[in-house]
DNA sequence: GACGCCTACTCGTCTATACGAGTAGGCGTC
DNA sequence: GACGCCTACTCGTATAGACGAGTAGGCGTC
């Protein structure tokens, strides 16, 4: 049905100084809001917004372009311009490392995603011994070499995280952290099996856009930010035990913290 | 010195499958990335470009859009496509809201920013009553009114920050809280003085792209997310006494939190 | 010197056209 | 029915050209 097209989308103001492409992005954002468009719909093909409107094709892809920055809308080769589908949403809450998760002995990632009928998946698994980065030696007090774990999360086959946790090697070496799988609980129970009763972790969060390295691993749709986090686990002496360096998809996060007011 | 330009970036590789936007882009992220091109530095303008590579401006325009989609260059009318310059951040420590910090008695924003060399400003006051959302009022127990505080924080002139707090009409009506000015503490001093002692607050963080309001308020650049902060105060009796909702521009902000690991 | 114009350069917008490549469905052949 | 081709439609990439508008500096006039 090619003609609705006039039936969701006005007419341009020849008078306006608003930029032809920028009041079809409008045209089309208000759409989206308002719900004439919804989740997963196709929108007019360029083809048809061209003849809706009598502007070139570029002009039209322009306006696309605009609502693809803004993360509104998916184009798709061959098929159309979609309006972008919310994924649902993974919650992290910060009491997500807390001792009584740690001893059920299942690892946080599993537990919440099945919790939420989701199907989850962990790959990419390296773990290797490396030179830590300037700023990753500067949150462990400078050890000269680190274990390096890296893996990649995902969520009913879709990549929503990239993490790699850093510690130091004095620490891991040996022992089951070092090992592709640390076991149950995680390199956290590890850890204080080892002695290193932790105490708190500090998490610096931050909102970038992605690198093209990132929009690759992640699979990253157009307009999506990404969640920096980075958590330092400290244990009771006061010694930092891990780094734990995470980018997330923001579009698949909503971290949850809870805060004394004492 | 326009002549430069050739002894930065290289040639095109005509055998490569890769679009020749996406190899010009790659070339100047690249660097970018590598120092040679600095903070605030010009790059070689469109017209150079289009003679450097010997493509048609649109595809140099192509190329460029990419970098500012990632937040990497901003252009100026008139002057050229500039190296985004990294604003220094601004740290929000997750003990900014203690009890402590309130009985000082100045605004918390004001402290940390002069403290951290800027000047802070706050603006765009508006206090007045409203009909909730639907889900702030979820939020706060359901009111049927809410008193609505709105305000804009800058840095050294730059918006960093738009909040609007939600209080129960029935706790704000008629005390300090209704006022554009609440008084030394904030009005987190008030709900205390009222006998609403603080229990905790639970963050939500979010980050995504700015809608085109939130571009102009915050003045924000292209490729620019925000993080979307919303947070719910809590009393001693559990009840929810007051709900911020923030929207802060992400390159000017790393959030840290702390958490125990009991 | 102060002012204003002029010019050269910058990016912004828009048109018109061409071809490439991915998708989906029809339709005929086997 | 299964397969493969063909076609029509989709978006992706790139060219060439035109005009508009903001900026900054030179330069002449006053």
């Given at each position: 049905?090619?003609?609705?097209?006039?039936?969701?989308l006005?007419?341009?103001?020849?008078?306006?100084?608003?930029?032809?492409?920028?009041q079809?992005?409008?045209q089309?954002?208000?759409?989206?809001?308002?719900?004439?468009?919804?989740?997963?719909?196709?929108?007019?093909?360029?083809?048809?917004?061209?003849?809706?409107y009598?502007?070139?094709?570029?002009?039209?892809?322009?306006?696309?372009?605009?609502?693809?920055?803004?993360g509104?809308?998916?184009?798709?080769?061959?098929?159309?311009?979609f309006?972008?589908?919310?994924?649902?949403?993974?919650?992290?809450?910060?009491?997500?490392?807390?001792?009584?998760?740690?001893?059920?002995?299942?690892?946080?990632?599993t537990?919440?995603?099945?919790?939420?009928?989701?199907?989850?998946?962990?790959?990419?698994?390296?773990?290797?011994?490396?030179?830590?980065?300037?700023?990753?030696?500067?949150?462990?007090?400078?050890?000269?070499?680190?274990?390096?774990?890296?893996?990649?999360?995902?969520?009913?086959?879709?990549?929503?995280?990239?993490?790699?946790?850093?510690?130091?090697?004095?620490?891991?070496?040996?022992?089951?952290?070092?090992?592709?799988?640390?076991?149950?609980?995680g390199?956290?129970?590890?850890?204080?099996?080892?002695?290193?009763?932790?105490?708190?972790?500090?998490?610096?969060?931050?909102?970038?856009?992605?690198?093209?390295?990132?929009?690759?691993?992640?699979?990253?749709?157009?307009?999506?930010?990404?969640?920096?986090l980075?958590?330092?686990?400290?244990?009771?002496?006061?010694?930092?035990?891990?780094v734990?360096d995470?980018?997330?998809?923001?579009?698949?996060?909503?971290?949850?913290?809870?805060?004394?007011?004492?």
């Open positions: 049905m090619p003609s609705q097209t006039s039936a969701v006005g007419a341009l103001d020849p008078t306006s100084d608003r930029a032809v492409f920028r079809i992005a409008d089309l954002r208000e759409a989206i809001d308002k719900g004439r468009f919804k989740e997963g719909d196709k929108l007019p093909s360029e083809t048809e917004l061209v003849e809706h009598g502007v070139s094709r570029m002009t039209v892809r322009n306006s696309l372009s605009v609502l693809q920055g803004e509104l809308v998916v184009s798709e080769h061959g098929k159309g311009v309006v972008r589908p919310r994924p649902p949403v993974r919650r992290l809450a910060s009491d997500r490392f807390a001792r009584r998760h740690r001893q059920q002995g299942k690892a946080a990632f537990v919440e995603a099945e919790a939420a009928g989701s199907r989850p998946e962990v790959d990419s698994l390296e773990v290797k011994e490396e030179r830590p980065s300037q700023d990753i030696a500067t949150r462990l007090g400078g050890p000269r070499k680190v274990l390096a774990r890296r893996r990649r999360y995902l969520l009913d086959g879709r990549p929503v995280e990239f993490a790699v946790s850093y510690i130091p090697l004095d620490l891991a070496s040996g022992t089951p952290i070092a090992e592709p799988n640390p076991g149950p609980g390199i956290y129970a590890r850890l204080e099996e080892l002695g290193h009763h932790l105490d708190h972790f500090d998490e610096e969060i931050r909102a970038r856009m992605p690198s093209p390295q990132e929009i690759r691993t992640l699979r990253l749709a157009a307009g999506v930010p990404v969640i920096h980075i958590r330092t686990a400290y244990d009771s002496e006061g010694r930092a035990v891990e734990c995470t980018v997330m998809a923001a579009d698949a996060y909503v971290l949850s913290y809870q805060l004394p007011a004492t």
